[in-house]
Every structure is written in structure tokens, then in C-alpha cells.
């Protein structure tokens, strides 16, 4: 057996090594996995992860080897670090370099050897190999596939070096998140001491003012609730005397405030260790160290218990003449807050809420939709108003009596109530007719299927007094800005409408915009027409190329779904993919696209380019279903034969703020598999390096919208750049979309960006186009 030869860089190697920190660690599956694909991949018996050390080769990952580490010297790795890229051994026995080695002439009795170098800040620190007893023949291909298998062990080894920066980010973002809690807390503070908004406020105030004042004093304000006591305000006392205080029942003897309250007058107890209306709470008192406490009741202007004001001391202590009148005007101060409070609840609840149905009135309903309207103008998005009408309410007050009619108004809010969301606002207007309000609509897509399911629950039959009563409703609906801007011309519209719906007959709704009424029409008929789309072969897929931005490479491609109607001819993406979301149809569609982009990337890198990687648009409703699961991709690629590496899942924000565990350990497993993951849009949303932390990211793709208005002193170019400046740190790739002039491209090239994606360089080709594109390039 030859001498393992030498490292000429050994020194470098090592300290590269060591940098990880990984030596001597425990076995993590996100390694395991590679080494399962690798070992299934090539049919061997023996598959590891090795990194060699001083004098040591140690396994971090292995298949069928019962050994945890080897010498250097009889190490098959040693061999291959000292190569540039791979070693292959196809027979041992006749290698003069292994004939001799232990491991060869003894177990496991290597025959054929396949490894290849793992790479970390440009030195070999060890390898991912595959091994047999039998003769293997290793091909080209397969030494590319395994090189695809090693890229992901070196992920996931930059990923696991990159966590102290990410802890650094993280720490930096924790202190900017409390400085900027602190902001808001400090303005709200002020902003509420000023104008008094709650009761809460208020009472913490005086108590807070008075703590101030007197040193010494913790005072306590409690609110008296039927025949309990309720925490007000003591912001001073521990918390666990409070939540014990909370709720305690008033009653002579019942410890100072249980017993003002209910004598409606002061009680002083001046030593509560031994006084006897605190015998079933001194051990609780002991444990808050209070050791006095002086209570006088909150009286209203008809000398009504409101509640109580109580001063506590550490040590015991009686209060003299000019403290007992103290305690007194602090108790009128919150009596006169307590009472506003109150009249101000009663009066604002009666002014602006139903009787009947505890809905909101028509002034409430109205305040409620001038704030919609302006949220809207800010922000940019919609505001739809939906006015609803019971049809034959009149027959059910006339026969059945107005105390029935009065039931079915209470059951019908309570239906509709459970149709909207929570930040939507259902109200009466009065006699049968409702209003509903929906804010904050990027689009008015989802309308129609609110719409249809109160059109389904309001006709559902109702049981009142025993009797089986129908009833049906007809809805309006009008469109902030498109059929108005104000609250009146608004209601209007919608009024119109309903009585457009009126006249269609019962059980119906009607837009106020002929356009909006066409619109809803043609997505109930995409909704409809989606189902044949995959059978009739009506889907096709264009690519749209991106290129390497520094060696005008072309390894990588988006693919884009597109939909030829019989009938309508091109459907825009825009048009259908919500409608396809909404029915769950996406599943099914989705599941077509990974097929087809699967089968073309495999001909392609067999044939024209073995680096291609196609990315795929994926909806956040493929995360969140569960049958058929989105997962089954991966069983799709081994089956039919494309490395993970061949394809990329493109995913939006708006996916990773509503992710769940489920969702987030889907993600890991795509990319554990070796599947890359990007982040599209990026900038659009509500972006945070907490995704880039949370979730796997191989990618970034900056949203057109920045690279469409970039110039060379635009705050867009400062925003790429920051974005490129971020992503290198974490190690994660960025592709700029949108690209449309020399430019751009100029710009985003002295940032450093990777790649580059646009009209610049090409439009979505059909699919004989992009292969006669890379038949070119070849």
C-alpha cells in the first residue's frame, strides 16, 4: 500500500476544517439523507460522508459502515483530497495505490471506489464517496450526479458555518425591534395621557402620579363587578398577587378591600400579619412583602360601591389625619374617571349598535366604512360594500307575527356574522336589510364566494317556534374606487344594485359595474372551464431564459404556465391562477407542470446542457394541502431519473408569514433532497431577514418593479444593492427580474448580482424556441 500523499496546502485545509466546528459531532438526517440518495443512486453497498482530519478520516455520515473514524494512512479519502475534483477506483485489486490496503484485503473488502471532494472556502476537507465488495462501473454521468450530491453537503456546511453571522443579524434585529417598541410604546403613552382614551389609562395614570409623589406608597385600584372585586390598575404590586386578588368575592372581614366594598367604607389595617381579615391571605402578603394596607371605597354620585382605592406599606403602618383625606381625593379622581367611562360605554353602545341583533347601526356602519375608505386611498387597495335585503320578510311579518320576524332578523345576523371574517363589519340598517363592509382588498376576487355562501346559508331553513320558516336574500354590491369614493354615492350604488338583484329574482346578487358584473361572470366561467383544461391539453408551458450575469452563462430558465382557450384564445396568468386557487383546481394544475418541466429539463441536460435548472412557480395552496401532497414531487423525480438539483420551487412571501411547522418542514425536505428554493418578489412584501433565517433560501429574485425605475442615483439602486450586499453575506444567489436595458444590466452587474432575468435578453419562448436557444449556446 502507497504512502497517503501530501497536501501541499495542508495548513489552510485544517484550519478550514476546523472552522466548522462539526469534528467529533452527532449524526444530523439533513447529511443522512445525502448519503440514502447517493448510496440508492449508484446501487452500492457502502455510502459516506468523510472528513479527513490531522491524522484521522472521520465519518460524518454512513451507510452500512459500522466505524465512526480510520487512520489517515489506509483512508480512500486521503487520495482523493489530493486529486483536483473526483477519484475513481474501478478495481482495487488492480491498483497498486489499494491492493494492499486493510480495507481491501480484509472487511469490508472494497472492489470499486467513487469519490468526490467537498469543498469549504476552496480547500478539500473531505469527500462524499460511494463503495462496493462488487465491481461498479462509475460513468461520466454518475460522477456528475455524485458531484450534485456533494454541492448539497457543501449547502448544507456553508449553512451550518453562516449560523453565527445569522445569530449576529439576529441580535441586531432584536435590539432594533425593542428600540423601535420603545418609540411606540413612549408616543402611545403620551399620545393616551393626553387625551384620556380608556379607563385603563387613566386609572395606571393616577396611580402612577400618586406613586411618584409618596415615596413608599403602591397603590392598587380595584373595579367592583356584581359582587367581585376586578383588577383596575396596580402596576406597582407583584403579579401574582394580583391574579390571586382578581375576582375575589366581597364580604365583612373579607381582607381590607372585600371588606370596604362591602361596608362601603375605610378599613385600615395597620399590621397584616396579624390582623384577622387577612388570616387567609397573610402568607400571600408576606410573599409580596406588603405589610399595611389602608382601603377606601369608590363611591359614584349616588354613593354606589364602584370599587376601591387601596395604599399599601412594606411595614406596618397607620395613616394620619391628612393621609386618610389623601386617599379620600384619590378615590373621588377615580370615581369620576369610573363614571365617565361607564356613561361613555352606555351612550357610545346605544348610539351605535342594534337592538335587535346587537349589530352594528347605520352610524357605526358608516364611521367604520370613512375609515375603510381612507386606509384604502392610502394604501392603495379596495374596499368593497355589500347591501343585503331579505326576500318575503313583509309575508313573514304579516302571517306570522312580528315577535317571529324579530326572531329571524336575530338568526339571519347571526348566520351572516359567521360568513365573514373577523376585521370585516356586518351591521343593520334597519327593518331587514343589512350591510356588509369588506376592507383592505388587494383584489375582489374572493367577493364571489362570500357572496355565494351567504346566498347558501341565509336560504338554509330556519326552526322558530317549532315551525320550518324560508327566507332567501338579495345582494348589491359596489366597488371603492371603481363605482365611488364617498360614503354616500357608495350605499347608493349598492341600494341600486341590490334592487338589480331584486329584479333577477330571488336569491341572486348583482354587481353595480356592468364591467365588475362581467368580470364575476368570466371568473365563474374560468372556474367552470378549468376542470377540462388539463384533459383537453389546453396548459403549455413558456421559458423564459436567465443568464449568468458575469459570464452570460445560460444554465437556468423560469417556467411560466400558460392557458390557450378553445373559445376565449390567451388567458393572462393573472386572470386565471386566483380562480384556480380559489377552487383548488392549482393542485392538479400544479401537479401537471412539475411533470412536464421534469421530463424536459431531464432531455435537455442529457442532450444540450447537464447544468440546466428550471424554476417553477409554486401557490402557497400546494404548501398547505395535504392530499395529494405536494411532497409526492420528490418520489417523482427519483422515478423518473432527474437529479434534485434539475429543478428550482419559486415561492412567495406571503407563503413563509403564514407558514405553519407542516409547511416549514416540507420546505427543509425539498431542500434537503436538493431541491434549491427561491424567494420571488423579494422587496414587495413584507420582506424580513427572519425568512432568509427561518426558512431554506437558495435564491432571491428582486421584484421587476425595483429594477424597472433603477438608475444610477434612484433609492431602487440602493435598495438592490443592499438586497445583493445581504444576500452574499447569507450566501444565497440573486436573480434581478425585468431586465430591460443595457442599463440595468451595467448596474446590477457592477453590484455583483448573479443573475439576470428579462426582455434584454429574451421573452418567454415557446418550448421548440428555448431548445433551439440552448441547441445554439451549446
Not at 449576529?168 to 428600540?179: A, D, G, L, P, T
Not at 362581467?518 to 378549468?530: G, H, P, T
Not at 386572470?575 to 380559489?582: D, K, N, R, S
Not at 407558514?659 to 431542500?671: D, I, M, P, T
Amino acid at each position: 500500500m502507497k504512502k497517503v500523499p501530501d497536501i501541499n496546502n495542508e495548513k489552510e485545509r485544517l484550519e478550514a476544517l476546523y472552522r466548522l466546528d462539526i469534528l467529533d459531532t452527532s449524526p444530523e438526517e439533513r447529511f443522512d439523507r445525502i448519503t440514502r440518495m447517493a448510496q440508492r443512486l449508484f446501487g452500492c453497498e457502502y455510502a459516506s460522508i468523510s472528513l479527513i482530519d490531522k491524522d484521522r478520516q472521520w465519518f460524518k455520515s454512513s451507510i452500512n459502515l459500522n466505524q465512526r473514524e480510520t487512520s489517515r494512512d489506509v483512508a480512500f479519502c486521503a487520495h482523493t483530497i489530493a486529486e483536483e475534483k473526483y477519484l475513481v477506483v474501478p478495481n482495487t485489486l488492480k491498483d497498486s495505490r489499494f491492493s494492499t490496503n486493510p480495507h481491501v484485503v480484509g472487511a469490508p473488502h472494497i472492489r470499486s471506489y467513487a469519490g468526490v471532494n467537498i469543498m469549504v472556502d476552496a480547500q478539500p476537507i473531505g469527500t462524499l464517496c460511494v463503495f462496493s465488495s462488487a465491481l461498479e462501473d462509475f460513468s461520466d454521468d454518475n460522477m456528475l450526479a455524485l458531484a450534485d450530491l456533494g454541492k448539497m453537503v457543501e449547502s448544507e456546511l456553508r449553512r451550518h458555518d453562516s449560523e453565527g453571522l445569522l445569530q449576529e443579524i439576529q441580535q441586531y434585529q432584536v435590539q432594533f425591534k425593542e428600540n423601535q417598541k420603545l418609540t411606540r410604546v413612549r408616543s402611545a403613552i403620551l399620545e393616551k395621557v393626553v387625551s384620556s382614551e380608556t379607563l385603563d389609562v387613566v386609572l395606571r395614570e393616577i396611580v402612577g402620579a400618586i406613586e411618584r409623589e409618596y415615596k413608599g406608597y403602591f397603590c392598587s385600584i380595584l373595579l367592583l363587578e356584581g359582587n367581585q372585586l376586578k383588577m383596575g390598575a396596580a402596576p406597582s404590586l407583584p403579579d401574582f398577587y394580583n391574579e390571586a386578588i382578581h375576582g375575589v368575592e366581597i364580604g365583612p372581614g373579607v381582607g381590607s378591600c372585600g371588606n370596604t366594598a362591602y361596608t362601603n367604607a375605610l378599613t385600615v389595617v395597620e399590621d397584616i400579619a396579624t390582623h384577622p381579615y387577612w388570616s387567609a391571605w397573610a402568607d400571600l402578603a408576606k410573599q409580596a412583602n406588603l405589610g399595611s394596607c389602608w382601603s377606601q371605597p369608590i363611591r359614584g354620585a349616588d354613593n354606589q360601591v364602584l370599587g376601591t382605592f387601596a395604599i399599601y406599606h412594606e411595614c406596618s403602618s397607620k395613616p394620619s389625619g391628612d393621609a386618610i383625606a389623601l386617599i379620600e381625593q384619590f378615590a373621588h379622581i377615580a370615581s369620576i374617571a369610573i363614571e365617565r367611562e361607564r356613561a361613555n360605554q352606555l351612550i357610545w353602545h346605544q348610539a351605535n349598535f342594534d337592538v335587535l341583533t346587537a349589530l352594528p347601526n347605520r352610524s357605526l356602519m358608516e364611521e367604520q366604512l370613512k375609515h375603510l375608505l381612507s386606509s384604502a386611498k392610502r394604501d392603495e387597495t379596495k374596499v368593497a360594500v355589500l347591501f343585503l335585503d331579505l326576500d318575503n320578510f313583509k309575508d313573514v311579518n304579516d302571517t306570522l307575527g312580528h315577535d317571529v320576524g324579530d326572531m329571524l332578523l336575530i338568526e339571519c345576523a347571526r348566520r351572516i356574522t359567521q360568513c365573514i371574517r373577523q376585521e370585516d363589519t356586518a351591521s343593520r340598517l334597519g327593518g331587514d336589510e343589512f350591510v356588509i363592509l369588506l376592507g383592505g382588498l388587494a383584489n375582489v376576487g374572493g367577493i364571489d364566494e362570500l357572496i355565494q355562501k351567504l346566498l347558501k346559508e341565509i336560504s338554509e331553513p330556519y326552526l322558530l317556534h317549532q315551525r320550518h320558516i324560508h327566507t332567501s336574500v338579495s345582494i348589491g354590491v359596489t366597488i371603492y374606487p371603481n363605482d365611488g369614493e364617498d360614503v354616500t354615492t357608495l350605499l347608493k350604488n349598492a341600494d341600486q344594485a341590490m334592487y338589480g338583484a331584486k329584479g333577477q329574482g330571488k336569491n341572486s346578487h348583482q354587481f353595480y359595474s356592468r364591467a365588475m358584473q362581467e368580470q364575476a361572470l368570466k371568473r365563474l366561467s374560468y372556474k367552470s372551464d378549468l376542470r377540462a383544461a388539463i384533459d383537453n391539453e389546453q396548459f403549455y408551458i413558456e421559458y423564459q431564459p436567465i443568464y449568468d450575469i458575469q459570464s452570460n452563462r445560460l444554465t437556468k430558465a423560469e417556467a411560466l404556465l400558460r392557458w390557450h382557450h378553445p373559445e376565449k384564445g390567451i388567458i393572462r396568468p393573472d386572470e386565471f391562477i386566483p380562480v384556480a386557487e380559489e377552487s383548488g383546481a392549482i393542485i392538479e394544475i400544479g401537479n401537471w407542470v412539475f411533470e412536464q418541466v421534469c421530463h424536459d429539463a431531464l432531455t435537455w441536460r442529457e442532450t444540450l446542457c447537464p447544468e440546466l435548472q428550471l424554476s417553477i412557480n409554486t401557490s402557497p395552496c400546494q404548501y398547505f394541502n395535504r392530499d395529494p401532497n405536494i411532497m409526492d414531487w420528490l418520489l417523482f423525480l427519483l422515478d423518473c431519473g432527474l437529479p434534485p438539483s434539475g429543478v428550482l420551487l419559486e415561492i412567495t412571501e406571503n407563503l413563509l408569514m403564514d407558514a405553519n411547522s407542516q409547511v416549514s418542514k416540507k420546505l427543509f425536505q425539498f431542500r434537503q433532497a436538493g431541491v434549491s428554493i427561491a424567494l420571488d418578489d423579494f422587496g414587495t412584501g413584507y420582506s424580513s431577514i427572519s425568512y432568509l433565517k427561518k426558512f431554506p433560501t437558495d435564491f432571491i429574485k428582486i421584484d421587476r418593479s425595483f429594477v424597472n425605475s433603477m438608475t444610477e442615483v434612484s433609492n431602487d439602486k440602493v435598495l438592490c444593492e443592499a438586497i445583493i450586499v445581504m444576500a452574499k453575506k447569507l450566501g444565497i444567489k440573486v436573480v434581478a427580474e425585468g431586465i430591460e436595458s443595457e442599463a440595468q444590466l451595467a448596474i446590477l452587474k457592477s453590484m455583483g448580482c448573479d443573475y439576470a432575468q428579462g426582455y434584454l435578453f429574451s421573452k418567454p419562448l415557446s418550448k421548440a424556441k428555448f431548445e433551439a436557444l440552448l441547441q445554439s449556446r451549446k
